[in-house]
């Protein structure tokens, strides 16, 4: 199995500019997840799917952050406009509720300038 | 939410060496999990025990649901052992959705 597959792996942006993050899940997997990490607040859960459908966002920090799950197989994060303090780590994760766990997609590793 | 603590926060060991790192939540859990941070900042999942005790090569973790605790041990230690640990469990009464991670342990194995 490929793993949980991201994109791109590095991002680096001017303030203002619209970013996109994508997400491949391990197919099979019915749940995907959006976390974010920074050295201040550590790992924390951004918004999460089961079966497409949007079931907790509320660890999205503002209106400028929305995700989308059009297939079971595709997911994008999007921050419009980007501000410097959004630069942190996105993982994507899923998993397909069984007794083994979120499984972490390498991250994305966005920087604001 | 659950509040996760990790201990201790950094460890420094010698290559060869044994060592137990700690994980306490406040909550009531059905699961938890372990995870590996490397250096390269990939988040590897080692275990998923919610309770009762499991065993992969070098590592173990044993979790006590009803005391509210895990612990992760590391046997014979190697420098590819090194990064950052995290346990995470779920919202009380649910084995799916959120996670909430603890803050970590450093893990610095010199050779």
């Known amino acids: 199995d490929a793993g949980v597959i991201q994109s791109p792996r590095h991002e680096v942006t001017e303030m203002g500019q619209e970013v996109t993050l994508r997400c491949k899940p391990i197919?099979?997997?019915?749940?995907l997840f959006w976390y974010r990490q920074t050295m201040m607040r550590g790992l924390e859960l951004l918004i999460y799917?089961?079966?497409?459908?949007?079931?907790?966002d509320s660890g999205m920090p503002e209106d400028r952050f929305s995700a989308k799950m059009p297939n079971a197989s595709f997911s994008t994060l999007k921050i419009q406009p980007s501000e410097p303090r959004d630069s942190a780590v996105y993982f994507c994760?899923?998993?397909?509720?069984?007794?083994?766990?979120?499984?972490f997609g390498p991250g994305t590793r966005l920087t604001v300038l | 939410g659950i509040q996760v603590e990790q201990s201790p926060p950094d460890l420094i060991l010698q290559e060869g060496a044994n060592s137990t790192l700690r994980c306490n939540f406040s909550?009531?859990?059905?699961?938890l999990q372990w995870f590996h941070q490397n250096p390269w900042g990939q988040l590897i999942n080692l275990f998923y025990?919610?309770?009762g005790t499991k065993q992969n090569g070098r590592l173990s973790a044993t979790t006590v649901a009803t005391e509210r605790y895990s612990l992760l041990y590391i046997s014979s230690s190697q420098t590819t052992d090194s990064g950052v640990y995290f346990c995470a469990v779920p919202d009380r009464g649910s084995t799916l959705g959120r996670l909430y991670f603890g803050r970590g342990t450093q893990l610095t194995v010199w050779p």
């Open positions: 799917f089961n079966n497409n459908v949007p079931i907790d």
């Open positions: 994760a899923s998993s397909f509720g069984g007794p083994s766990g979120q499984f």
């Open positions: 909550d009531s859990v059905n699961n």
């Open positions: 025990i919610p309770s």
């Open positions: 197919s099979g997997h019915d749940y």
